[in-house]
């Protein structure tokens, strides 16, 4: 800053000792054009002095002339006078063209001096603003130095900027490589556990089918004597040995199982069908954006006028018409921590949707009941009539309406009074839903129920 101030402070001196002599050449030019015109009208008046006294002598010397001229030369003298007094005439009205001019002139000169004197106002008035002039140039200098000082920190800023974009770029992609490898492991993982359970079943039927035979034949060596027991005691450590066999396999699958997600609240990637385990044996879902799918209709091509049993496990594919299970929900939803959300669309292209902040299925003793709170949608809160219910089926009716609204309209649900919500129902009958503001029922074409984990819990 003081080097700034110093070069300030030079240039300023500079540019005064420039304008002082800048105003010094205007006085001496302009003094040297008015000693110029001063002295040719100095010249004039002296040659027209000059020129009226010769004027005068000759007068003088034409009147002595006519003064010893003779009467006869008369007429000849007053012809020379007229044109005497002609010339005369003549040169007075020059003589005073001369005058009218050096007057105009004397006016020039006096505009001149006052043109001078509100030059040298303006000077003086131009002295007093130059320092101000300077003192804002100063100003400017320096803010144009503090803009370069910015303009070179955002720079900087700038290619810090593009730095970290260029190396979220590459933790961007660097994830999305993770994301389709860990997708690639848990496909190859829902294929290993689906081959150990083929396996282990095909194993333990095996086993269960020489148990059975086993106890048959000890059943038919007890009635054939101690003969065959010894027998049976030969083939024991056969049997034994089968055992052993299947208990790595059964750990493999144990350990599998263990490290199958919970819930898709953690899977990534696209959408499509995993296993998850959420509790007692693993399921297969419907994972989209770490939601969970619980329920799917859109073409009635899946059966849900079903035995209690079977709303319990759960039946359909994930990539079709669905229901994860009551027993699986209740796994899910044990901890408190999960939302739910209802997309709908009716039978006019309207779409709907119902979203509860708290959503909750209980325990098998309890009924698989119905706890939901905190609504929040434009189709009404119909899950109102629901909740607190237990689950009805064909075989298994609740509700407290007077029919039975599970096998009246084919489909299970958490039924008070039918009709409230019923997008279980038979397909080709109409799904349902109530919406209490206009109070009338929505013509439901589809319906998508997802599983979220709320925010916050562990």
């Known amino acids: 800053m003081e080097n700034m101030n110093s070069y300030n402070d030079v240039e300023t001196h500079e540019i005064q000792e420039g304008s002082l002599k800048l105003k010094h050449y205007h006085k001496i030019r302009h003094n040297k054009m008015m000693y110029t015109q001063i002295s040719r009208l100095a010249r004039t008046q002296e040659q027209l002095d000059e020129y009226q006294q010769n004027l005068q002598a000759q007068i003088l010397d034409a009147q002595r002339r006519l003064d010893r001229l003779e009467e006869p030369n008369w007429n000849l003298i007053s012809t020379k006078v007229e044109m005497i007094e002609l010339e005369t005439k003549a040169l007075r009205n020059e003589l005073h063209n001369t005058s009218q001019k050096l007057s105009d002139f004397e006016k020039v000169h006096s505009s001149v001096l006052e043109l001078r004197e509100d030059i040298e106002s303006i000077e003086n008035k131009a002295d007093k603003t130059i ?3 300077r003192k804002e140039i100063s100003k400017l200098d320096v803010s144009v130095a503090q803009l370069n000082a910015q303009s070179s920190y955002l720079k900087e800023d700038q290619e810090n900027l593009r730095q970290s974009v260029k190396a979220i770029a590459v933790s961007v992609s660097n994830t999305i490589d993770r994301a389709a490898m860990d997708r690639l492991a848990i496909k190859e993982l829902n294929e290993t556990v689906n081959e150990l359970v083929t396996r282990s079943k095909k194993q333990y039927s095996w086993f269960n089918n020489h148990i059975l035979k086993s106890e048959v034949n000890m059943s038919n060596l007890a ?7 010894g027998t049976v005691e030969m083939r024991l450590p056969e049997l034994m040995g089968e055992v052993k066999t299947l208990q790595p396999v059964e750990r493999e699958y144990e350990n599998l199982v263990n490290k199958l997600p919970k819930d898709c609240s953690n899977i990534s990637g696209a959408a499509g069908t995993f296993l998850i385990h ?9 994972c989209s954006d770490g939601s969970t799918l619980l329920q799917r209709r859109f073409n009635g091509s899946v059966e849900f006028n079903r035995k209690f049993s079977e709303y319990v496990h759960g039946f359909g594919k994930a990539s079709s018409e669905f229901w994860l299970g009551l027993e699986t929900m209740h796994e899910l939803t044990a901890d408190n921590c999960s939302s739910m959300r209802i997309d709908m669309t009716d039978i006019y292209g309207s779409v709907w949707f119902a979203e509860y902040d708290h959503f909750f299925v209980g325990s098998a003793d309890t009924g698989y009941v119905l706890e939901v709170s ?3 949608g434009n189709s009404s809160d119909a899950f109102e009539y629901q909740n ?4 009805s089926a064909i075989d298994h009716d609740r509700d407290i309406s007077n029919t039975h609204c599970a096998g009246n309209y084919e489909g299970g649900w958490w039924f008070s009074h039918c009709q409230h919500v019923n997008i279980n129902g038979k397909y080709t009958l109409g799904l349902t839903w109530f919406d209490s503001a206009r109070n009338e029922w929505i013509a439901v074409a589809s319906s998508v129920m997802r599983l979220h984990r709320r925010p916050g819990c562990v």
Do not use: R
């Open 388 to 391: 607190h219910m237990q689950f």
């Open 131 to 133: 320092p101000e002039f």
């Open 374 to 376: 905190g609504y929040y």
């Open 278 to 286: 959420p509790g007692k044996s693993p399921v297969e879902t419907w």
């Open 223 to 229: 009635n054939n004597g101690a003969v065959e027991m």
